[in-house]
């Protein structure tokens, strides 16, 4: 394996919301010189050795995807930051790498090493006619980055990022990796294993585990995902009344009575709303998006005046947003909105081209809370009742839907799980009506998880009471999984301060 040591001692993430001291940053990669099954092996070793260093030096270590997180959890604090985008080889997988206990299609499964970015992925597969399941909003992160945090999009049926991730291939000390499978679901054969000179293990609590790990279950290295054959989509957005008939759509996810909808009652393949807090008279932003056969020549999807395309978020526009004086802040959303939010009609692209890249505009703060979507109409009225007293809040609600995930952290826990964000200005007054919003949920008794990857404020408390008996399971698989040794040079202060670090 390739490795540079920048010698960089400053770390911010991508959107300079916080900067970290750390030791170094070392550029990893391929070796360029080796096939590329030579490569990944080397590759295997090499991070092997970095972690027999970490250990020897009493140093923690992080694998970082693209730096996406406004969470801390890709950084050491005086440690070493491994940047992982370079290693983004993907691999076929024959018949032969494949049990015949294996119900799928293996010319849809393929092994990608942890750095593949998103675009890159979705370029490979697109030369194949195939597609990702589904993405979050943007293409940025890396496959291993957007799993971590249990990273998504709002298909609902389908669910999130790790929900398409069949097999995970983890370096967990100096001397030991595993390829980790579901015993539920046996995918690979003692072909790949051989191939991959490493250790078959199946179990379905360690792998549900891992799938949302945040870096905490040493360093992922490949990970198998299952695809499908790419498909267009029909994606609209237009304003609709805020009322009990919309509110009732979200709150059920039943589209049998939802004829005002553009396609009428058809269920959609992905389905958002936004809210403007001071322009809900005019109505909510509803994007619907309908699950198409891929055919050619289609004109593909085209950018507002904002430059904003069908499947961007507001974290793509709302950093242009900045303090202002309380009473000026409703003014600026709405201008700000009327700009960026312009409804359309009947675009067509495919995964990749409507959830396309981002160009970020600015700093800003996001905070994502999973509720139970039948708790809607009920969190929306509080934070706007909140607003009148500890906003104004400088920014938008938005929602997005997905179905339970089997990861045991995955914030996506609830039967259908509405994903309700919080993207806003970045300042201080954010962050306060951060903290009084979660406060009053939990005052009201209301279940909600956070996004690992986006503004939280979780400590053990708070996730025994969102996690239950599965904290402690993520815990114990942990300690199952990584040596003492391991798991020193894979905490961080986050994790710390999760109380996600406890050995047992
Ligand atoms: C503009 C923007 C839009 C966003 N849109 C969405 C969205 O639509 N939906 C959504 O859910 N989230 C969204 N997010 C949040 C983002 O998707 C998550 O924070 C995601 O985890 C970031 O991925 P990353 O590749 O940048 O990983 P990083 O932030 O770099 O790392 C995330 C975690 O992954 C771990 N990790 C990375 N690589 C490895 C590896 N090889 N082995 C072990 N651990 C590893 C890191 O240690 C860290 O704990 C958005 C963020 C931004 C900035």
Same mark, same amino acid.
């Given at each position: 394996?390739?490795?540079?040591?920048?010698?960089?001692?400053s770390?911010?993430?991508?959107?300079?919301?916080f900067t970290q001291q750390i030791?170094?940053?070392?550029?990893?990669?391929?070796?360029?010189?080796?096939?590329p099954l030579?490569?990944?092996?080397?590759?295997?070793?090499?991070?092997?050795?970095?972690i027999?260093?970490a250990?020897?030096?009493?140093?923690p270590?992080?694998?970082?995807g693209s730096?996406?997180?406004?969470?801390?959890?890709?950084t050491a604090e005086?440690?070493?930051?491994?940047? /992982?985008?370079?290693?983004?080889?993907?691999?076929d997988?024959?018949?032969?790498s494949v049990t015949?206990a294996?119900?799928?299609d293996p010319?849809k499964?393929?092994?990608?090493?942890?750095?593949?970015g998103v675009?890159?992925?979705?370029?490979?597969?697109k030369s194949?006619?195939?597609?990702?399941?589904?993405?979050?909003?943007?293409?940025? =992160?890396?496959?291993a980055?957007l799993?971590?945090?249990?990273?998504?999009?709002?298909?609902? @049926?389908?669910?999130?990022? =790790?929900?398409?991730?069949?097999?995970?291939h983890?370096?967990?000390?100096?001397?030991r990796?595993i390829?980790?499978?579901?015993?539920?679901n046996?995918?690979?054969?003692?072909?790949?294993?051989?191939?991959?000179q490493?250790e078959l293990v199946?179990?379905?609590a360690?792998?549900?585990?891992?799938?949302?790990?945040?870096?905490?279950?040493?360093i992922?290295?490949?990970?198998?995902?299952?695809?499908?054959?790419i498909?267009?989509?029909?994606?609209?957005?237009?304003r609709?009344p805020w009322?009990?008939?919309?509110r009732q759509?979200?709150?059920?996810l039943?589209?049998? /009575?939802?004829?005002?909808?553009?396609?009428?009652t058809?269920?959609?393949?992905h389905?958002a709303?936004?809210?403007?807090p001071?322009?809900?008279?005019?109505g909510?932003?509803v994007?619907?998006?309908?699950?198409?056969p891929?055919?050619?020549?289609y004109?593909?999807?085209?950018?507002?005046?904002?430059?904003?395309?069908?499947?961007?978020d507001a974290p793509?526009?709302?950093?242009?947003l900045?303090e202002?004086?309380p009473?000026?802040?409703?003014?600026?959303?709405?201008?700000?909105?009327?700009g960026?939010?312009t409804?359309?009609?009947?675009q067509?692209?495919?995964?990749s081209?409507i959830f @396309?890249?981002?160009?970020l505009?600015?700093?800003?703060?996001s905070?994502?809370?999973g509720?139970?979507?039948?708790?809607?109409?009920?969190?929306? =009225?509080?934070?706007? @009742?909140?607003?009148?007293?500890a906003g104004?809040f400088?920014?938008l609600?938005a929602?997005?839907f997905?179905?339970k995930?089997?990861?045991?952290?995955a914030f996506?826990?609830f039967?259908?799980?509405?994903?309700?964000?919080?993207?806003?200005a970045f300042?201080d007054?954010t962050?306060?009506?951060?903290?009084?919003?979660?406060?009053?949920?939990?005052?009201q008794?209301?279940?909600?998880?956070?996004h690992w990857?986006k503004?939280?404020e979780l400590?053990?408390?708070?996730?025994?009471?969102?996690y239950g008996?599965d904290?402690?399971?993520w815990?114990?698989?942990r300690?199952?999984?990584? @040596?003492a040794?391991?798991?020193?040079?894979?905490?961080?202060a986050?994790? =710390?301060?999760?109380?996600?670090d406890?050995s047992?």
């Amino acid at each position: 394996m390739k490795i540079i040591k920048t010698g960089t001692t400053s770390w911010e993430n991508k959107h300079e919301t916080f900067t970290q001291q750390i030791k170094d940053l070392y550029e990893l990669g391929n070796d360029p010189m080796l096939g590329p099954l030579a490569a990944y092996l080397d590759t295997t070793k090499g991070f092997q050795n970095l972690i027999a260093d970490a250990i020897a030096a009493k140093t923690p270590i992080r694998a970082l995807g693209s730096a996406w997180s406004w969470t801390k959890i890709a950084t050491a604090e005086s440690g070493i930051l491994l940047d /992982t985008k370079p290693l983004n080889m993907v691999f076929d997988i024959s018949s032969q790498s494949v049990t015949p206990a294996y119900k799928g299609d293996p010319t849809k499964l393929f092994l990608a090493q942890c750095g593949n970015g998103v675009w890159e992925l979705s370029r490979f597969l697109k030369s194949r006619y195939l597609s990702l399941k589904t993405s979050g909003a943007s293409n940025g =992160q890396t496959i291993a980055g957007l799993t971590a945090t249990g990273a998504h999009g709002s298909a609902f @049926d389908v669910g999130a990022a =790790q929900d398409f991730v069949t097999g995970l291939h983890i370096i967990v000390s100096p001397t030991r990796h595993i390829w980790l499978e579901r015993a539920s679901n046996p995918v690979v054969s003692a072909s790949f294993i051989n191939n991959l000179q490493t250790e078959l293990v199946r179990d379905d609590a360690l792998f549900n585990a891992a799938l949302v790990s945040f870096g905490s279950f040493g360093i992922i290295h490949g990970i198998m995902i299952e695809t499908e054959d790419i498909f267009l989509l029909e994606a609209y957005m237009s304003r609709m009344p805020w009322d009990d008939s919309l509110r009732q759509i979200m709150q059920t996810l039943d589209f049998s /009575t939802a004829a005002k909808l553009p396609c009428g009652t058809e269920r959609p393949y992905h389905f958002a709303v936004q809210i403007n807090p001071y322009d809900l008279d005019n109505g909510a932003y509803v994007t619907t998006m309908y699950k198409r056969p891929y055919h050619e020549g289609y004109t593909p999807p085209v950018r507002n005046t904002a430059g904003l395309g069908p499947g961007d978020d507001a974290p793509c526009f709302i950093g242009r947003l900045t303090e202002a004086v309380p009473a000026l802040v409703p003014a600026l959303v709405n201008k700000l909105l009327a700009g960026a939010l312009t409804p359309y009609t009947k675009q067509f692209g495919i995964l990749s081209e409507i959830f @396309d890249n981002t160009t970020l505009h600015g700093k800003l703060l996001s905070a994502a809370i999973g509720i139970p979507i039948q708790q809607i109409g009920k969190v929306t =009225q509080l934070l706007l @009742d909140l607003n009148k007293t500890a906003g104004p809040f400088s920014g938008l609600f938005a929602y997005r839907f997905i179905k339970k995930s089997n990861a045991t952290l995955a914030f996506t826990r609830f039967d259908y799980t509405c994903v309700l964000e919080l993207d806003a200005a970045f300042s201080d007054a954010t962050y306060s009506f951060y903290t009084t919003a979660w406060k009053m949920l939990e005052d009201q008794g209301i279940p909600f998880t956070f996004h690992w990857g986006k503004v939280n404020e979780l400590d053990f408390g708070r996730i025994k009471k969102m996690y239950g008996a599965d904290a402690d399971a993520w815990i114990a698989a942990r300690n199952r999984l990584l @040596d003492a040794d391991t798991r020193r040079v894979f905490t961080n202060a986050t994790l =710390q301060k999760w109380g996600l670090d406890q050995s047992i």
